[in-house]
């Protein structure tokens, strides 16, 4: 059996260790060791080091993953934002809004007042139904929209906080 000698990465003692040994104990400090060769080189670290530094990749592998599932949920959000846009003349125009079924109640109500004012009943009554269904219908999209932002909020602020959580977990130690 071929002996080769290293040093320990902890205390620097010399150890004589078989040629294809992979782990060693430092008979001196007592440090568990890695037998690294490179080329004609051989040199221990310790596990310690090791396990740190696959603590380290695994964090920046999650990390990564995080990165790629909110830049994922960014452009899901774009394609859901579009198909929640009215449509305009021009293609897409702006989102629904409690704001904008509001608006078409009361122009509504003025037109229909305006109607009553002017007109026989069947036009009032038409305008006064027609006013409240385009705001009743705006008002659901309107929800509809902010149920779904809500929701892609949510599971992208959980995202990001969960990168916080282990960078923070990670500087820490």
Known sequence: MDM???SCQNCGA???V???LKHVTCGHCGTALVVRHSGSVLFTETVRQLEKHAQTMQVEIRQLQIQQEIERLDREWVDIEDHHRLPSKYGHGDVPTLELAILIWICGGGFTIACAIFFQAPLWLMATGVA??????IKLLADSYQRDR???LAKRDRLVEESEALLTRYQRK
């Open 132 to 137: 409240a269904a385009a705001g009743l219908v």
């Open 18 to 20: 078989p040629a294809e």
């Open 4 to 6: 080769v000698a290293v």
């Open 14 to 16: 010399p150890l004589d």
């Open 150 to 152: 809500k929701d892609y």
